[in-house]
């Protein structure tokens, strides 16, 4: 009952990860329309395509009312220097007020692994970009029991660096990555199972913070969520605001999502 008035009287988040997705033309496009979108309790964060982040960090800032905040997708954890091809955390500090780390694709194509994922985690608090930290097992790890103790670690490097007043500006958004709507025999993660990996989430930060230090930490869950599961996702997982992909590139589909948690309140 403590957990339900908790959840359904909090503010959520809802981030919309376009991926490598889109052309500047076309980011443009759909954050226009996206900006027409109605929230009252939830906050919507544009993750956007680095090639697209100057542009719509300027529109968020420049356009009246606009309910959109921008996340950066990666970034490097030095602010500035030669590293060619890399987009430093200094260079996006006036257009993202949030920054993904550590996303499943960015483990698994690029070897990002959690001491890096400490490293990103630690630049952006100290340059107040909130960093939205994904932790999730893969498939061949849940196989093999090992999903409690993925989770467990990715949670506690990810906060190594992070000291405890600054714990209210981290997000985690727990994302198994065989639930990815793009994964290769991509399953529905069960609302019931997603509840008891953020569970995991949780008592891990308590663990290293507290259970004060555990509530500060919005956690989110992310995995193939639309509009048909996220009122099931919302009610019975607890999550505190959802990232979605696939369903977050078209405007209808990702209304359909914002409407269901704008009426969960
Ligand atoms: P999905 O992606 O909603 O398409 O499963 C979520 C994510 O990768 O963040």
Redo the contacts with the bound molecule.
């Keep these: 009952m403590f957990l339900y008035a908790y959840v359904y009287n909090r503010f959520m988040l809802l ?1 919309a ?1 376009w ?1 490598m997705n889109f052309t500047v033309t076309e980011a443009v496009r759909n954050f226009k329309k996206f900006s027409k979108l109605e929230s009252k309790n939830t906050e919507v964060i544009i ?1 956007a395509p680095q090639v697209s982040l100057a542009t719509l960090g300027e529109l968020a800032k420049t356009t009246e009312n606009c309910p959109l905040k921008i996340a950066a997708q990666n970034f490097d954890f030095h602010p500035n220097g030669a590293r060619t091809g890399e987009t430093g955390i200094a260079q996006i500090i006036d257009l993202a007020p949030y920054a ?1 780390v550590g ?3 960015r483990r698994m194509y690029y070897h990002e692994h959690d001491k890096d994922c400490a490293q990103k985690v630690a630049a952006a608090l100290s340059v107040k970009i909130r960093p939205i930290l ?1 932790v999730g097992e893969t498939a061949l790890e849940r196989e093999r029991g090992h999903a409690e103790l993925v989770v467990r670690t990715q949670v506690a490097a990810g906060l190594a660096g992070v000291p405890s007043n600054r714990l209210g500006e981290v997000i985690i ?1 727990y ?1 198994p ?1 065989w ?5 290769t025999n ?1 399953k529905l993660c069960d609302p019931r199972e997603a509840k008891r990996m953020l569970g995991i989430v949780r008592d891990e930060i308590k663990a290293l913070f507290g259970a004060v230090g555990a509530r500060k930490v919005a956690v989110l869950y ?5 509009s048909d599961n996220v009122t099931s996702y919302a009610r019975t997982s607890e999550a505190e605001g ?7 590139l078209n405007v209808y589909s990702f209304r359909d999502i914002l409407d269901k948690m704008e009426l969960l309140k």
Excluded: M, P, Y
């Design positions: 981030v990860n991926k993750a993904l996303h499943s694709e994904c958004a994302e990555s639930a990815l709507s793009t994964a991509a992310g995995g193939s969520v639309d959802f990232l979605v992909g696939g369903a977050s």
